[in-house]
């Protein structure tokens, strides 16, 4: 059972891994005993499940996931919603007004209008079907504030860090709050712009960075030394 | 009647090749100084349009090719998309500029059969089952042409794919081989192309050890084919160096610059 890289060596389409009794893991494939990758990225052999951590790719729902989604059109029954995924996903009205609404008298688009954006939660999906949504949880529902970054769906892991390491750091150095869609968008608000203004920084250091090691160290420092250069002016 | 028929027609081609230097020198070089097996210089490039998803740029030779991709996303118009795949729509274009004489801007015969093949040897790459009822928009423009566009286009449009993101089973690498003054050659240029006996685009997916495009224009007796897709895909392994070096060097040199 041959493996034929070494751990977080970059990879393309193609590339032979591994060989004999192996698991192939996100962005791999198996035919005729041998894994291949699928994607540009970082392998990864954990145990018998060989793995690439793709340097680009984009978002597939699963149900569960928190996502930050744009409203593109409204509907009798509900919205449609924008989740930067291969389909479009759907809110359902009964998910958001009373049981009883009727669609001819409720006003829709009073609540959720083309353009605005909301985060939700994806209760259902599997590819033959559009994911559907839900706002029916506190911490859900319109965005009325902060500023949105995207970044690549894979590196969302790395901006959350080893559990949340980078995340609460984030959130601690500049004193922002962060929301994370697992969708690849970022909803930042803090006190001042200054403030968010840091967070993007991080951010955008994250993801141009996500496959180097000891990111973390770098990123505090990052955000110490632009603060301080700010605090000096 | 048939007997005057083909005596025009090979004196048609006696005079062209009058008019024409050879092909082939007698050191064996051909016009631009390559060797019969030698590829043109090859520059590539990933990730240069940040509009698109994914997006290549190409330069062999004289030729300038840029490929640009979206998707997948949900397929438009809806009767298009497929409810067990993604469908692959695919443009390839050429700029009023690339050639000598200004060429339309309107898809031409050519555009729309080109496109078309291009699809096709692309499809098989690319995992379109995983997707369905979605389409993958895929961009080919040739900003200059010098020959072997088809084939160029098949390999900037694959790294592009690859930028994208897209789960594929290899990258597909295209490669031209042909046969001028009665010698095989590869990688012809715009020249060899019209002026020459024959010319045999190849694309190939180098680790499944696949073809998924081969066309002949010309003729060549079956030893000659046969000798001529060897010497395309040896062009293709070349290139094939070459696009995973193009798709590796984006995040090699952010490394580098992160070690100083």
Redesign the interface.
Known sequence: MPVFYEKKQLVAPGDLLAEGDYVPGDSTYKENGKIYASRLGLVDYDGRRVQVVALKAFYIPAPGDTIIGKVVETTPGGWVIDIKAPHLARLRASDVVERSFKPETTDLPSIFDVGDLIIARVVAYDRTRDPLLTVREPGLGKITRGRLIEVTPTKIPRVIGRKGSMVSMIKRETGCQLTLGQNGLVLVSGKSPENERLAVMALHKIEEESHTSGLTDRVTEMIKKERKAVESN | MKATKKKTKKERLNMTKKKTEKLIDKKGLRLDGRKLDALRPVKMEVGILPNA??SAYLEQGKNKILAGVY????AHPRHIAKQDR?VIQCRYHMAPFSVQERKSPAPSRRDVELSKVIRESLEP?V?LE?????SIQVYIEVLQADGGTRCAGITTAALAL??????????VVACAAGKADGKLIVDLDDTEDKVGDADVPVAF????NAITLLQMDGSLSVEEFESAIGMALDGCKQLYAL??EA??SK??V??EA?EE
């Open positions: 998803d994914g998707g997948p996303k949900e993604a790459a995992f995983y997707y369905p009822k979605t690859a930028d994208a993101g897209i789960p594929m089973r290899d990258l997916m180098p680790n499944l696009q995973k798709l590796k995040y090699v952010a490394e992160e």
